[in-house]
């Protein structure tokens, strides 16, 4: 196969890949010419990293410090925009004259970025014309197929990029970048539209967004997060999840004179992690399947704790995974002849598709929007949650769709630019179009 030879040997160069490089001057030179991509890069030199061991709201000041920003460049375009005390910014846009008996809606993004990686000093750069053969950061961090198997969707695009030693942030501060744009448009009159609600919120990377957010005061018929990952993603159904905590109760004695009397914890929990390795888990399940997954324990000789996470996307599936569990901690206290170990279940969110599902009209306008921005639409089911599994759950049908941003929360994470203003092509053609849903 000599043809095939001369071909891998032309992505070497003297035994190495070629990579390509970010370039400041490049990013540096688009940026007189695109209003979208300058508010993206004017947002990511905040360090808004959502701080898991802060006490405070939100989690940290960068998130604040965003926020203002955003409202002062709002209040220029005449809106009512408030930023709350929790740092959630909201944007009141009245309906276009003639318009404001359509459907109202709530278009969300967040401020905060992962707290897997640095979100500070973040030196933005631009991969331009991108052929395919990989991406070198300045700190050496090679991003290919291997590690952001989307990237050979986007032969030939601008891709923004980091040095490497930060996130780029663009989950989801492209997102927030497209709300702001719209809200530029929305000023301009150009766009006829029903009420509009925009929010930014905070800490939604902490699992915390939606404590900070009021459905009965957000007040719209429909919600759409802009905080997805490639061109053309829709989400429509998250899992359900739940928390399981089993805590084990041993018996303490002195080693001396432990023979036939000590109970040690630490091994009835080795057991009980035993005992549930054949239920289904992260490592084990793709696609719809659901898993347990335990994901911290602690304790001693006296006391074991074990944390669970448990997820499906129906709520049968959630019950039978409850019930395996649930059938471990019997077996565990049949083997040790007494009730040492028990189990508590706790809600944390919703399958939104179950929600979804009573709200076609809406669904299909989504869908329209994706037709109407040329983007094939990929309806995806999200293997976690997003901040629409719980507004939808609270009476705000909401689900998520595509910033653009790939490989999120580490220094691999990159955005295509051209996916960026699908994106907001996207956002405009469902504000455009849900003025006429009735009429779909
Ligand atoms: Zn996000």
Redesign the pocket.
């Known amino acids: 196969m000599p043809r095939l030879i001369l071909i891998c040997l032309g992505l070497k160069y003297r035994g190495e890949t070629m990579h390509q490089k970010g370039s400041k001057n490049a990013l540096a030179q688009k940026l007189n010419k695109d209003p979208l991509l300058k508010n993206f890069i004017d947002y990511v030199r905040f360090d808004t990293k959502a701080d898991l061991d802060s006490n405070t709201v939100p989690s940290r000041k960068g998130q604040l410090e965003l926020g203002a920003f955003i409202v002062e460049k709002i209040k220029k375009l005449n809106f009512d925009v408030k930023q709350k005390d929790t740092g959630v910014v909201c944007v009141k846009v009245p309906a276009s004259v003639g318009f404001e008996k359509v459907k109202s809606l709530c278009l969300l993004a967040?401020l905060d970025t992962a707290p897997d990686a640095s979100g500070k000093n973040v030196n933005p750069l631009l991969v331009e014309n991108y052929a395919g053969s990989g991406i070198e950061l300045e700190n050496g961090l090679i991003i290919d197929d291997k590690i952001c198997p989307e990237l050979k969707n986007h032969l030939g695009d601008d891709i923004v990029v980091t040095d490497g030693t930060t996130l780029l942030g663009a989950?989801?501060k492209a997102g927030v970048a497209v709300l702001c744009t719209l809200l530029e448009r929305l000023s301009s009159g150009a766009v006829k539209h029903g009420p509009l609600t925009i929010i930014f919120s905070v800490d939604?990377?902490l699992g915390k967004s939606c404590s900070h957010l009021d459905v009965k005061e957000i007040n719209c018929d429909y919600g759409v997060t802009v905080?997805g990952c490639d061109l053309g993603e829709f989400d429509i159904a998250t899992f359900n999840a739940d928390a399981a905590v089993v805590t084990i109760k041993g018996r303490s004695v002195h080693t001396a004179v432990a023979k036939g009397k000590m109970l040690n914890a630490i091994k009835a929990g080795s057991k009980f992690i035993d005992l549930v390795s054949s239920i289904p888990s992260p490592e084990t399940t793709e696609g719809l399947e659901g898993f347990v997954h335990p994901h911290d324990i602690r304790g001693g000789v006296e006391q074991c704790v074990i944390k669970f996470i448990v997820r499906s996307f129906t709520k049968d599936g959630l019950i039978k995974l409850e019930d395996k569990l649930q059938a471990a901690v019997s077996k565990l206290n049949s083997l040790y002849g007494e009730e040492i170990a028990s189990i508590t279940f706790s809600f944390q969110y919703a399958n939104m598709e179950e929600v979804l599902k009573q709200h076609p009209k809406f669904l299909d306008c989504c869908r329209k929007s994706f037709e109407d921005a040329g983007v094939l639409v990929k309806e995806n089911f999200v293997r976690g949650g997003t901040d629409g599994s719980n507004l939808s759950n609270e009476g705000l049908p909401c689900p998520n769709i595509f910033t653009g941003g790939l490989c999120?929360h580490g220094p691999y994470e990159c955005l295509p630019v051209a996916s960026l203003h699908k994106s907001y092509a996207v956002v405009e053609a469902l504000v455009k179009n849900m003025a006429k849903l009735d009429a779909l």
């Open positions: 967040h989950d989801d939604e990377e905080d999120c």
